[in-house]
């Protein structure tokens, strides 16, 4: 009988139907599950945890629906980063202040998944700058969220990694690749970190079919790929040499 990782690989039709078979115990888990696995729809389906539910409608860009669900939620580390997510993908203008705040709450809680959030969050903010200021600020900023992967001694998170190539980019294209294939290999289908791996090895239509399966919002890759699309070398027209003296 097929498991529910291998269904959820497959589609909604088969995920559900893996899921109606299992014990109730293990039902628990299929949202969180299905979120991993980028199906936002089938975790809002399945699971009734507020925390849950508006991170798979930020997946699918719903900024407002995942606002409700964090109606009375406590001021608390994760909230926080929720709340900070829909800030900056509607490009909120207290989207740096919301980041920041939540990176305060996950320090001061010892929340190491939530901090490693935080600073995804806040280096995102940083690489809006799009200029090297902006790009040393942004490492920076997912220097903290590697510090909670060494003192843990897990692997680093693929989304840390994938926004810490499009940093690095500019500064050393060798490593940002070396950077981008790690957070590749370890990405789940689907995920930003799959999304922003690829624009960053400069791979858009895969990028773009991850992005599909997933059902991730343009909110959460389109800066990225506007940070790629800059960096390339202005397009020459045939026959010429490419400088100020064509025109």
Same mark, same amino acid.
Request: aromatic share 2%.
């Given at each position: 009988?097929?498991?529910?990782?291998?269904?959820?690989?497959?589609?909604?039709?088969?995920?559900?139907? +893996?899921?109606?078979? /299992?014990?109730?115990?293990?039902?628990?888990?299929?949202?969180?599950?299905?979120?991993?696995?980028?199906?936002?729809?089938?975790?809002?389906?399945?699971?009734?945890?507020?925390?849950?539910?508006a991170a798979a409608y930020l997946r699918l860009?719903?900024?407002?629906?995942?606002?409700?669900?964090?109606?009375?939620?406590?001021?608390?580390?994760?909230? +926080?980063?929720?709340?900070?997510?829909?800030?900056?993908?509607?490009?909120?203008?207290?989207?740096? !202040?919301?980041? @920041?705040?939540?990176?305060?709450?996950?320090?001061?809680?010892?929340?190491?998944?939530?901090?490693?959030?935080? *600073?995804? /969050?806040? *280096?995102?903010?940083?690489?809006?700058?799009?200029?090297? !200021?902006? %790009?040393?600020?942004?490492?920076?900023?997912?220097?903290?969220? /590697?510090?909670?992967?060494?003192?843990?001694?897990?692997? *680093?998170?693929? %989304?840390?990694?994938?926004?810490?190539?499009?940093?690095?980019?500019?500064?050393?294209?060798?490593? !940002?690749?070396?950077?981008?294939?790690?957070?590749?290999?370890?990405?789940?289908?689907?995920?930003?970190?799959?999304?922003? !791996?690829?624009?960053?090895?400069?791979?858009?239509?895969?990028? %773009?079919?991850?992005?599909?399966?997933?059902?991730?919002?343009? *909110?959460?890759?389109?800066?990225?790929?506007?940070?790629?699309? @800059?960096?390339?070398?202005?397009?020459?027209?045939?026959?010429?040499?490419?400088?100020?003296?064509?025109?």
């Open positions: 009988m097929m498991d529910l990782t291998a269904a959820l690989t497959l589609g909604d039709s088969e995920a559900r139907a +893996a899921l109606a078979i /299992l014990p109730p115990g293990d039902r628990t888990h299929a949202g969180a599950h299905a979120l991993r696995l980028g199906r936002p729809h089938l975790t809002l389906d399945w699971s009734a945890e507020p925390l849950l539910r860009g719903s900024t407002g629906a995942a606002r409700q669900e964090l109606r009375g939620q406590p001021d608390t580390a994760r909230p +926080a980063v929720l709340h900070a997510r829909a800030a900056r993908l509607d490009r909120a203008p207290d989207a740096a !202040a919301l980041a @920041a705040h939540a990176a305060r709450l996950a320090r001061a809680e010892g929340d190491g998944n939530a901090l490693i959030a935080a *600073a995804i /969050l806040n *280096a995102e903010q940083d690489l809006s700058g799009a200029d090297r !200021a902006a %790009h040393f600020a942004a490492l920076r900023s997912l220097a903290e969220g /590697l510090k909670v992967a060494e003192l843990t001694g897990q692997p *680093a998170d693929p %989304h840390l990694l994938a926004v810490l190539a499009h940093a690095q980019r500019p500064l050393n294209a060798r490593k !940002a690749a070396a950077t981008a294939a790690k957070a590749l290999d370890r990405g789940e289908p689907g995920s930003p970190a799959r999304v922003l !791996a690829l624009l960053a090895l400069d791979r858009p239509d895969e990028a %773009h079919a991850q992005a599909q399966r997933g059902s991730l919002a343009a *909110a959460w890759w389109e800066p990225f790929a506007g940070l790629v699309s @800059a960096a390339r070398p202005p397009a020459t027209t045939p026959g010429t040499d490419g400088t100020a003296a064509d025109g």
